[in-house]
């Protein structure tokens, strides 16, 4: 490609990227509140990356037709200034995107990477080439590049490479490709090696009773009010869990009410369902490996304690909840707790997430996550500090709780269950 069609293929993307910038940097995504994204501006959102995607490899497209060295000593010095022009304005596209990523860097970057090939990281780590990096350190002087050594035609490349800031927001921007570089690779291993630890952890009970403490009576007097969409949060004496995750409540599920119920109002296809049963009540949960689908009955064997909470939601809304859940069925469960991945889930994103908002104007859980293991999600325990919170969205059902030293079951107070959040951990320091 001759000199003249580089500079004019330059000046085009410029324009393009000009109207490009700014509708990024005004998309909804990045003014919204975190962890509201909704499913129209996600969606938009792609579609935004995708112009991004032809931009960028427009951009290494002109980079490589501007090769500037022939037979190893001749070179071109008007593609030389082409080159090392495109080379700073690619590393200003990457700069202007980290500025804008600001709070929602963390969403952003597993957003792209979980739905294009082509994400954030795959283009930054094309400039790190050590003939680009070897080009945009040395200062021009030693590269021979001046007006006097270029033609007409580059002089506004030379003008333009004087005011460029991209020298000033380089450390910044490198230090954060390498550290997500690094931190990626890193929790892929931590993610297999945790995977094997907290499934052990998970099936470990410090007790040979085989029987748990629920009782079948306190749940059949719940069943006579209970709603689909119920939230449930439960917590198991004895199990090894209770040393590694520091709350008395360990862990959050959905009440899905009878399978029949289910069929008829929300699933289209069941096919790979069909051994439920339709008179059968069943929550959905994350637990152990994936989110599963489990009858109550088998759920509450496994449990000493158990808090009912409702959202006050209309129907509509709890509808869509139930939809999103049934499509988080059989995902991972997340081992390093990354609340932005929808590749892996812990059993409190699920629930979150399905309660998130659908559009501007929708009802949703708004819940701080909190920093867990080496990620961001919520805990269990946190959840009775909203439900006696002002003006909360979320309100207390029924408390089933449990006297481990007489292995006693029976109904609480809400009061009781307020101060439950305080309890130790420790089975062996219950009452």
């Known amino acids: ?64 037709k501007s090769k500037y060295r022939s037979f190893f000593i001749i070179i071109n010095n008007d593609k030389l200034i082409i080159k090392r022009y495109l080379l700073i304005f690619y590393f200003n596209i990457l700069v202007d995107l980290l500025d804008s990523f600001w709070k929602h860097e963390e969403f952003i970057r597993t957003f792209l990477d979980e ?58 921007t490198d230090y954060k490709n390498i ?33 748990w403490l629920i009782q079948k009576e306190n749940i059949n007097k719940y069943l006579k ?14 199990n090894a869990s209770n040393l590694t995750i ?52 088998e759920f509450i064997s496994n449990n000493d304690y158990l808090w009912i909470s409702r959202t006050i939601f209309k129907k509509e809304k709890i509808d869509r909840v139930l939809n999103k859940l049934f499509q988080y069925y059989w995902v991972w469960y997340d081992y390093i707790f990354n609340f932005y991945s929808n590749n892996s889930v812990i059993c409190s994103e699920i629930v979150l997430k399905s309660y998130a908002p659908d559009f501007e104007w929708d009802e949703w859980l708004q819940l701080q996550l909190k920093k867990i293991w080496v990620g961001l999600s919520y805990p269990p325990n946190d959840l009775i500090n909203e439900i006696f919170s002002e003006n909360s969205k979320i309100k207390p059902v029924f408390f089933i709780d449990t006297i481990e030293k007489k292995h006693f079951n029976f109904i609480n107070t809400k009061s009781e269950f307020n101060k439950s959040k305080n309890r130790s951990r420790f089975s062996f320091m219950l009452d």
């Open 115 to 172: 739905n294009f090939y082509y994400d954030y990281w795959k283009f930054s780590k094309y400039i790190y080439r050590p003939s680009f990096i070897g080009l945009l350190n040395t200062p021009s002087i030693f590269l021979n590049i001046s007006k006097s050594t270029t033609s007409k035609e580059v002089h506004f490349m030379l003008n333009k490479e004087k005011h460029h800031f991209w020298r000033n927001k380089r450390v910044l």
């Open 225 to 238: 009010k209970a709603k689909v969409g119920d939230i449930f949060l439960t917590r198991r004496n004895w």
């Open 1 to 64: 490609m001759n000199v003249k069609q580089l500079i004019k293929e330059t000046k085009e993307i410029e324009e393009i990227y000009k109207v490009l910038f700014v509708e990024f940097k005004n998309h909804k995504i990045l003014k919204t509140k975190l962890n509201s994204y909704i499913k129209e501006d996600r969606e938009s959102f792609l579609l935004l990356w995708e112009k991004y995607i032809t931009l960028l490899k427009k951009t290494q497209f002109l980079i490589k």
């Open 179 to 211: 550290y997500y570089f690094l931190k990626y690779r890193f929790l892929k291993i931590l993610f297999f090696i945790s995977k094997h630890i907290w499934n052990i952890i998970a099936k470990t009970n410090f007790s040979n009773r085989k029987k």
């Open 246 to 297: 520091p709350w008395f409540w360990k862990h959050m599920s959905v009440f899905l009410w009878k399978w029949k119920y289910i069929k008829k109002n929300y699933i289209t296809d069941f096919k790979f369902l069909k051994n439920l049963k339709d008179n059968e009540n069943y929550i959905i949960e994350a637990y152990s490996k994936w989110v599963q689908i489990i009858t109550l009955d």
